[in-house]
C-alpha cells in the first residue's frame, strides 16, 4: 500500500500557487487588493514585460513592521480576519474585505523573487525581507516612505512547466491592464497609476486622481464618449438583512459593442464575473440590442454580506447569492428603468467621420443654354485616371456630371408655419419636410434633428404589441399531437428539468423522460414549426452558460419569442419610401416623446439624431 506522507511545505506553497497564481494578472490582482485592504489613498503599479519580467505595487497604506511581514509570509497568516469571525462561532461570510484567505503572498514567493519594503507611519525606519522561490535571502532594515512597496520578479523562472503556459508579453499586459481598471473603477476615491517599461523607457498608461465622481471614473477608464452615451443608475431596495442598492451607468442601447469585455461587474466592492449578473445585464437589453452586440457598463450591486457568499472560488471572482432570484429581478428592473427615459437621452450624437464628410465648398455646374451640356468646373467630381481612350473617358465623364446636375432631390418641405408657442418643450422639435421619403427632418430648440421614420416607428409598434398584450399570445402554448422524444445527455436535462417551470410560463412545456430523454408536450404556438431536439439542445447550452432565469428558464427562449414579436412589429410599421405628410410626421415625434425606449429600434440602432445649432454653425464658419 503507497504510504502516506505529508508535503513539504515549499510544495504545499507552490500547489496553492497554482490555485491563486496562474499568471503575471493573478499575482498583481492580489497584491493591488492588499493595498486597498491596507487602507492606501494612492496606489503606484509598473510592469515590464507585461508582469512577467517584473511586477510592482506601491502604496502608502498603514505599512508594516518586520515581526508582521515575516508573519505574512507564512500560509493562512492574516489581518482582514477579526477575532469575531474566527472560531466556531464566527460567521466567515461576514467578512468585508477584498482578501482574507493569507495565501497569496505565500504562494507568490514560492514562484518567484518576491522584495517587499514596508514601514509603519510612526516607526523611524522601514523594513526589508526577499524570498527567492520559497528560500528567504534579504532580512533587513531599509529606507522608504511610510507604506509598503511590493516587487514580484522572474516569474515561474524556475518553474518552466509553468512559465512556458504563460502567453506573451503583449497578452499578459493586456490582462494585467484589465484587472488594474477593474479595481480603480470599484474605488474612486483611491489614486491609481499605471506605468510599463520597455526597453528601459517608462510609460504611464493610467494616471487617475483620488475622490472622483464614479461617472468620471469610469467614463476615464472605459471611455469618454460613454458619459454623453449613457444613463446613470441608484436604485435601493429593502431585504430582510438591510438595504440592497445598485449604481454605475449604462451604456445606451445605440452605443454598444461586439464583445462583452466592456461590462465591469461589482458586487460590495470586489470586481467579479459572475454569469448571474451576465445573464441579468443580457435580459435587460434583450429587445434593445442584436444577438451579436454587447451593452457597455459598469455595475456595483452592493447588499448585506448575509446575502452573498464571496468565498466560492478562490480567486474570489464568484459569488453565491441568497436569493439570486430576487438580485435578478433588481437588476434587470434596474436596468429597464434606467434606460426607459424614453426620449431625449436614448440616441447618440452624430458621427464625427460622417460630420468631416460634409462639404463646405460645392462644386458648382453650369448648364449649356440648350440644356444638353455640362460646363467644366475647376475640380471634378471625379478623379482622372488614365484611360486608354481618351475621347471615350472625356464622354463618360460629361455623362456622370450631367446625370448628377439634372437628376431631382429626393426631399420635399411644406411651407414654413408659425411654431406654437409649446413646440419649445418638444424635445424632438417640429417637423420640417422628409428626405429621400425616409428621413424626418424636424427642427428643435437646440438644433436639428434627423428621425428614421421606419426605425421609429417599428419600435412604437412593438411597444403598443406589449402593452396590448401581443407577447402573451406570441408565447400561448401549442400542444403536440404526438409529443417528442428528445435523447439528451443527462446533465443538459437535469438542467431543462430544473428550468421547466419558467419554460412552461413561455409556452414550452416538457418533462423528464428518463435519464436521458426529455418530452415535449407543448411548444410555444410562435414557434410551433422549430425543430424541438435543436431547440432543447440550445436551450441546455444556454442555460450551462448563463444560468436558469427563474421568469422564462432560460433566456434563449425569450429572445426568441421577443424576435416573432419584433417581426410583427417590423412588418405592422412604417416602411421606408413612404411619403408622410407634415402632420403624420409631428404624430410620430410625439409618440417618440412619449414612449419608454424610443431612442433605439429594435436592433439596438438609433433612430434619431440631433445636430446641434453650434454644430450647423460650425460647418457655415460661424463659430
Known amino acids: 500500500m503507497p504510504e502516506i506522507r505529508r508535503l513539504p511545505s515549499e510544495l504545499v506553497n507552490r500547489i496553492a500557487a497554482g490555485e491563486v497564481v496562474e499568471r503575471p494578472a493573478a499575482a498583481l490582482k492580489e497584491l493591488v487588493e492588499n493595498a486597498i485592504d491596507a487602507g492606501a489613498r494612492r496606489i503606484g503599479v509598473v510592469l515590464a514585460e507585461g508582469g512577467l519580467q517584473r511586477i510592482e505595487v506601491v502604496d502608502d497604506g498603514c505599512g508594516m513592521g518586520p515581526a508582521a511581514m515575516a508573519l505574512a ?14 472560531g466556531p462561532d464566527g460567521a466567515i461570510e461576514l467578512v468585508t474585505t477584498l482578501g482574507f484567505r493569507g495565501e497569496a503572498l505565500p504562494s507568490i514567493a514560492s514562484v518567484a523573487r518576491l522584495t517587499i519594503e514596508s514601514r509603519e507611519g510612526a516607526a523611524a525606519e522601514g523594513w526589508r525581507r526577499v524570498v527567492d522561490h520559497g528560500a528567504l535571502i534579504a532580512d533587513e532594515p531599509a529606507a522608504l516612505p511610510a507604506g509598503t512597496r511590493v516587487r514580484v520578479e522572474e516569474l515561474f523562472a524556475k518553474v518552466p512547466a509553468r512559465r512556458k503556459f504563460l502567453r506573451s508579453a503583449r497578452s499578459e499586459y493586456a490582462a494585467c491592464l484589465d484587472v488594474v481598471r477593474r479595481l480603480a473603477m470599484a474605488r474612486p476615491d483611491i489614486a491609481f497609476t499605471l506605468e510599463t517599461l520597455n526597453d528601459g523607457a517608462k510609460r504611464t498608461v493610467l494616471s487617475l486622481q483620488a475622490d472622483e465622481e464614479l461617472a468620471t471614473r469610469v467614463a476615464r477608464i472605459i471611455a469618454h464618449e460613454l458619459k454623453d452615451n449613457s444613463v446613470p443608475i441608484d436604485l435601493a431596495r429593502d431585504t430582510p438583512h438591510g438595504v440592497m442598492r445598485l449604481t454605475g451607468v449604462a451604456g445606451l442601447p445605440t452605443w454598444n459593442r461586439g464583445v462583452a469585455d466592456h461590462q465591469y461587474l461589482f458586487v460590495n466592492g470586489r470586481p467579479v464575473k459572475d454569469r448571474l ?38 480567486a474570489k471572482t464568484e459569488v453565491r447569492f441568497r436569493d439570486s432570484t430576487g438580485v435578478r429581478g433588481f437588476i434587470v428592473s434596474g436596468l429597464r428603468q434606467a434606460l426607459a427615459t424614453g426620449d431625449r437621452r436614448s440616441a447618440q450624437g452624430p458621427d464625427r467621420a460622417a460630420m468631416a464628410r460634409w462639404v463646405s465648398e460645392p462644386v458648382l455646374l453650369s448648364r449649356s443654354r440648350e440644356g444638353l451640356g455640362v460646363g467644366e468646373s475647376q475640380t471634378p467630381l471625379w478623379p482622372m485616371q488614365a484611360h486608354p481612350n481618351p475621347s471615350r473617358e472625356r464622354e463618360g465623364l460629361l455623362l456622370r456630371e450631367a446625370s448628377l446636375a439634372w437628376s431631382q432631390p429626393q426631399g420635399r418641405a411644406e411651407e414654413a408655419a408659425p411654431v406654437p408657442a409649446e413646440a419649445q418643450s418638444y424635445p424632438l422639435g417640429i417637423a420640417r419636410g422628409q428626405v429621400a421619403n425616409t428621413y424626418i427632418v424636424a427642427e428643435a ?25 401581443a407577447d402573451e399570445g406570441v408565447r400561448r402554448s401549442q400542444a403536440l399531437l404526438v409529443p417528442d422524444v428528445v435523447e439528451m445527455d443527462e446533465v443538459d436535462c437535469d438542467r431543462l428539468e430544473d428550468a421547466a417551470e419558467g419554460l412552461a410560463r413561455y409556452g414550452l412545456v416538457i418533462e423528464r ?19 424541438t431536439a435543436k431547440l432543447l439542445t440550445d436551450l441546455a447550452d ?21 424576435l416573432v414579436l419584433a417581426t410583427m412589429a417590423c412588418h405592422g410599421s412604417v416602411r421606408a419610401g413612404r411619403v408622410l405628410s407634415v402632420a403624420e ?11 419608454p425606449r424610443s431612442g433605439q429600434c429594435n436592433h439596438g440602432r438609433p433612430t434619431w439624431v440631433k445636430l446641434s445649432m453650434e454644430d450647423v454653425e460650425k460647418l457655415f464658419g460661424r463659430h
Open 73 to 86: 509570509l507564512e500560509r493562512h497568516a492574516t489581518s482582514k480576519l477579526p477575532d469575531s469571525l474566527i
Open 277 to 314: 449578473l451576465v445573464g441579468a445585464v443580457r435580459g435587460a437589453y434583450a429587445d434593445m440590442l442584436a444577438r451579436d452586440r454587447h451593452a457597455v457598463l459598469a455595475l456595483f450591486l452592493e447588499l448585506p454580506p448575509q446575502d452573498v457568499d464571496v468565498n466560492v472560488h478562490p
Open 445 to 469: 430648440a437646440d438644433g436639428l434633428v434627423l428621425v428614421d421614420q421606419h426605425a421609429a416607428h417599428e419600435r412604437l409598434v412593438l411597444e403598443r404589441l406589449r402593452a396590448a398584450g
Open 513 to 531: 423522460f428518463g435519464p436521458s430523454a426529455m418530452l415535449v408536450r407543448a411548444v410555444p404556438s410562435a414557434i410551433a414549426k422549430a425543430d
Open 542 to 562: 444556454d442555460i450551462a452558460k448563463h444560468g436558469k432565469q427563474e421568469d422564462s428558464g432560460a433566456l434563449l427562449l425569450a429572445e426568441r419569442l421577443e
Open 585 to 595: 410626421m409631428n404624430a410620430l415625434l410625439r409618440e417618440m416623446e412619449a414612449t
